[in-house]
Nanobody
Framework: QVQLVESGGGLVQTGGSLRLSCAASGSIFSIDAMGWYRQAPGNQRDLVTTITNGGSTNYADSVKGRFTISRDNAKNTVYLQMNSLKPEDTAVYYC????????????????WGQGTQVTVSS
């Protein structure tokens, strides 16, 4: 079965940096796109950034210039480099991937990681 495992969250001070990782594993034919979302307490889950298999990226306006998404296709892993962190970046960050399972590669299914807490102290 396909699963996404996230790591890299933690507590940092304002202006600090963190790097999140999300590794997809299981019976995977291909990964078409991966991305990061975040959800603060009491808020909706919002898009942070995405990257396609071809390398196209997009970012929420709130993180442009500070966050960078990258992808290692050979490792089925996506990263989120977060710099110049602000208290408003505090949230649970969720990895997402659009995956074609190996046993049903004509389909495109959305998978979510377990979430990792990012806390930025002021």
């Amino acid at each position: 079965q396909v699963q996404l495992v996230e790591s890299g969250g933690g507590l940092v001070q304002t202006g600090g940096s963190l790097r999140l990782s999300c590794a997809a594993s299981g019976s995977i034919f291909s990964i078409d796109a991966m991305g990061w979302y975040r959800q603060a307490p009491g808020n909706q889950r919002d898009l942070v950034t995405t990257i396609t298999n071809g390398g196209s990226t997009n970012y929420a306006d709130s993180v442009k210039g500070r966050f960078t998404i990258s992808r290692d296709n050979a490792k089925n892993t996506v990263y989120l480099q977060m710099n110049s962190l602000k208290p408003e970046d505090t949230a649970v960050y969720y990895c997402n991937a659009i995956i074609r399972p190996a046993d049903w590669y004509s389909s495109r299914l959305s998978y979510w990681g377990q979430g990792t807490q990012v806390t930025v102290s002021s």
